[in-house]
């Protein structure tokens, strides 16, 4: 890669600016900052997609009273009931029963504050979803990328 | 307690903290060249093991292993320590910041707050430099950043005991004792050696070349395999394994040019001045690679043909790299002392 190809397509980023290897005028290799490349963009825009439309399911499924809030909570720190469990320490079939809202409904205090605590949030948090995903993606524009 | 530590943002977080450790300790050393005595460069597949659920793409060496490489191939002494107790493992940080050593962490990614949200995912060996700690912050040299960081004491914390693949489990290591000479040159040679012997004879078909060759093989099927939604999605990954956080682009390949280029340069040896142009080809070739990989992402046409295509433009940088890495291990071969 040319010094001068060094890509400069900011994405979601959020202005941090990282370096990319390059080659100079007399072909000598420099170290050239790049504040993104669209192609790394694509990849990583396509993967927070993945996860919004996961969290979309999750709040339809919760909104229809078959999964508890903490399966929201789960899915927007990018876990699954296995990583989850090794986080708590709760044993996974566990987790997997506080997934169900009438299991979660009469989780003691104990519990529920390990939760908390993991996902840097309070109880009154963790019992309570929002009605679209609130991922704190300052640049995540979906428009742009359908 | 705070070490005057020189900060240098580079583009991979281990080499850039070998090197940074040895440029504190009076080893003028670049990136490139830690990179390189380290053995860094490597090509594995293995879709046993899962990052963010999707299968581990790697264009490196495993974690901790340039450090440790680095180290020993010059000489120096150094230590290094896992813990299972979080209290315990801040306890000997702070101990070792407080006797003035700057100190290397494994850590996750997902917790660090100064990461920007889009980059934070559950990749656990991510590597920094602990300097210093004020009230209950740490200082950080983060290598990927322009700029020194703070982490608070309680993120930190969580970012050191990572859970799930790759976990860092409070992992420090620092230098001991500095050896009253160096060969550089003999580091050198020893790592183009054993990046040779990584990409070509390990006698396992998940890395090296063959591993390229196999992710070709199993990225064609994965249109009919996973359906189309999912194979967007193992495409996609391999993509982000390949360029985001710090490979410095092309997966490694045009960071180890620039390496193979002061080598040539450190040993006197000509030959490794147009080794190290091929070595760019292949990086750009990755980032071909890249390109269309996106171009599909992006058009959301999973095609078959689509991802033919991209197993050809996969085959074709195992040729390149069979090739370029027979040639460097018989251009060394030839020179060494």
């Keep these: 890669m040319k010094k001068a190809d060094v890509p400069q397509q900011s994405g979601l980023m959020a202005g941090c600016r990282e370096v990319n290897y390059a080659v100079d005028d007399d072909g000598s290799y420099t ?97 309570r979803v929002p009605d679209v995903p609130d991922l704190a993606l300052a640049d995540f524009d979906r428009s742009e990328s359908r | 307690m705070n070490i005057d530590f020189p900060h240098r943002q580079f583009a991979h977080c281990e ?14 050393c670049s990136e490139a060249l830690a990179f390189g005595i380290g053995g860094g460069l490597f090509f594995a597949y293995v879709p046993f093991v899962k990052i963010n659920f999707l299968p581990l793409t790697t264009f490196r060496i495993g974690p901790g292993s340039i450090f ?4 020993k191939r010059l000489g120096v002494k150094v230590g290094r320590q896992q813990f299972k107790d979080p209290r315990a493992a801040e306890q000997e940080l702070d101990r070792l910041l407080a006797s003035g050593c700057p100190v290397g962490a494994q850590t996750g990614v997902f917790w660090l707050p100064y990461f920007p949200p889009a980059y934070r ?55 001991e004792k500095m050896p009253e000479r160096f060969d550089v040159a003999q580091a050198a040679v020893a790592g183009i050696k054993d990046a040779c012997w990584a990409m070509l004879k390990i006698p396992l078909p998940l890395v090296g070349v063959h591993g390229i060759r196999l992710l070709a093989r199993q990225l064609a099927k994965w249109p009919v395999k996973l359906g189309e939604k999912d194979a967007l999605q193992h495409l996609g990954h391999v993509v982000r394994m390949q360029e985001e956080i710090g490979t410095g682009g092309g997966g490694f390949r045009l960071l180890y040019a620039a390496f193979l280029q002061e080598a040539a340069e450190l040993l006197q040896n000509r030959p490794l001045l147009e080794l190290s142009e091929r070595c760019t080809a292949v990086g750009d070739r990755w980032r071909e690679f890249a390109v269309a990989a996106s171009r599909v992402c992006k058009g959301r046409q999973a095609g078959p043909d689509a991802f033919r295509e991209l197993a050809e433009l996969l085959r074709h940088c195992a040729g390149q790299e069979e090739a370029l890495f027979t040639d460097l291990h018989r251009a060394v071969s030839a020179r060494t002392r």
């Excluded at chain 2, 300097?131 to 914390?157: H, M, N, Q, T």
Aim: proline share 5%; hydrophobic share 40%.
């Design chain 2, 68 to 71: 440790k490489k680095t180290t």
């Design chain 2, 15 to 28: 080499s850039g903290v070998t090197a940074n450790l040895l440029n504190y300790y009076g080893l003028p």
């Design chain 2, 121 to 175: 995912f559950h990749f656990n060996a991510h590597n920094l430099v602990v300097y210093g700690k004020e009230g209950d912050e740490y200082l950080i040299s983060d290598p990927i950043f322009e700029e020194p960081v703070r982490c608070a004491a309680r993120d930190l914390r969580k970012a050191r005991f990572a859970k799930g693949a790759l976990a860092p489990k409070g992992k420090l290591y620092y230098f």
């Design chain 1, 31 to 127: 170290l050239a900052p790049s504040s993104g490349w669209e192609a790394k963009n694509v990849a990583l825009r396509h993967a927070w997609e993945a996860i919004i439309e996961q969290l979309e399911q999750e709040l339809a499924a919760i909104r229809a009273g078959r999964k508890s809030p903490l399966s929201y909570h789960m899915v927007k720190n990018q876990m699954d009931p296995a990583l989850l469990a090794k986080y708590s320490g709760i044993p996974r079939w566990r987790v997997k029963r506080h997934l169900k809202p009438a299991v979660f409904a009469k989780l003691d205090r104990a519990v529920l504050t390990s939760y908390a605590e993991l996902f840097g949030i309070s109880i009154e948090h963790l019992c």
